[in-house]
């Protein structure tokens, strides 16, 4: 085939999480970062604003599961209007989205970090003229993910088109985000590869519209060859040993991250 474009998922594909945040450091956090658009609309809280937005946050990931069964995204702006209602403040729909939106501290504060190898993989594609996109279920959606990743080093010119499933509130393996990413690349799916290590969610999804799959695997080697994964890799940079991409035959060099990398398999680098 001719791959005019690679797609991506994010976490435990480009990113990975070395650990977990504090609660009792990360909702002081987001408290302030909320605060400021509490002020401006004149809202006395009678609670702890952090210790809302724990009970916020947590919600919405005993909501995320059920939701996402159902083939839909957990809405964390619904939630947080539902929060602040509760203890009596009524907020509009756009005003609980702004609040939603300003209370994410972003991928790093959450203890995610790039891959050693990912930023080389995604500059090697770039310099050979491969469009690339970001195809992730998240909460956060594109405009925040965008500033979330810069901040690791993955700035748009690495990675110049962001889909999360909370744009279109249809999380993989619907087609929906798959499409609008292929979409705004210009790219059929024919034509696309697509990466991503949860089988299910992205290597089931993207071949259902006829990408090419790559299944990356982190080093578990007890996984059995799966029919439906056209490829099987580890890493990142075996993405150009595949006979897939320009230069196949010359592997990309992994690159340090700019955190220390704290995952079980470094020695895989």
């Known amino acids: 085939m001719t791959v005019r474009?690679?797609?991506?998922?994010?976490?435990?594909?480009?990113?990975?999480?070395?650990?977990?945040?504090?609660?009792s450091v990360l909702f002081p956090i987001c408290a302030r970062r909320v605060q400021p658009l509490l002020d401006e609309w004149n809202v006395r809280l009678s609670v702890d604003?952090?210790?809302?937005l724990t009970e916020i946050y947590r919600a919405v990931e005993v909501a995320q599961p059920v939701r996402r069964a159902r083939e839909l995204e957990v809405d964390?702006?619904?939630?947080?209007?539902?929060?602040?209602?509760s203890h009596g403040v009524e907020l509009s729909a756009s005003q609980a989205e702004a609040l939603w939106q300003a209370s994410d501290t972003g991928l790093a504060s959450w203890g995610a970090q790039v891959y050693p190898d990912t930023l080389d993989t995604l500059a090697r594609l770039r310099a050979a003229a491969i469009p690339m996109a970001l195809v992730s279920n998240s909460w956060?959606?594109?405009g925040q993910m965008r500033v979330s990743l810069a901040n690791l080093g993955i700035g748009e010119d690495l990675l110049p088109v962001i889909v999360t499933s909370s744009d279109l509130m249809r999380p993989k393996p619907r087609p929906e985000p798959f499409e609008r990413a292929l979409a705004q690349?210009?790219?059929?799916?024919?034509?696309?590869?697509?990466?991503g290590d949860i089988l299910d969610v992205d290597i089931r999804g993207a071949k259902a519209l006829g990408m090419?799959?790559?299944w990356k695997l982190n080093g578990r080697h007890e996984v059995d060859p799966e029919p439906e994964a056209d490829y099987m890799i580890h890493d990142l940079w075996e993405l150009f040993t595949l006979d897939l991409l320009?230069?196949?035959?010359?592997?990309?060099?992994?690159?340090?991250?700019?955190?220390?990398?704290?995952?079980?398999n470094a020695d895989r680098y």
């Open 76 to 85: 964390g702006a619904f939630i947080t209007q539902g929060a602040l209602a």
């Open 246 to 264: 320009p230069a196949s035959s010359s592997p990309a060099l992994p690159q340090e991250s700019l955190t220390p990398h704290e995952d079980q």
């Open 212 to 214: 090419t799959t790559v």
């Open 5 to 23: 474009a690679v797609l991506f998922d994010l976490g435990d594909t480009l990113i990975f999480q070395a650990h977990q945040p504090d609660p």
């Open 49 to 52: 604003l952090a210790g809302l």
């Open 185 to 195: 690349l210009g790219v059929a799916a024919s034509d696309a590869v697509f990466v």
């Open 140 to 142: 956060a959606k594109s």
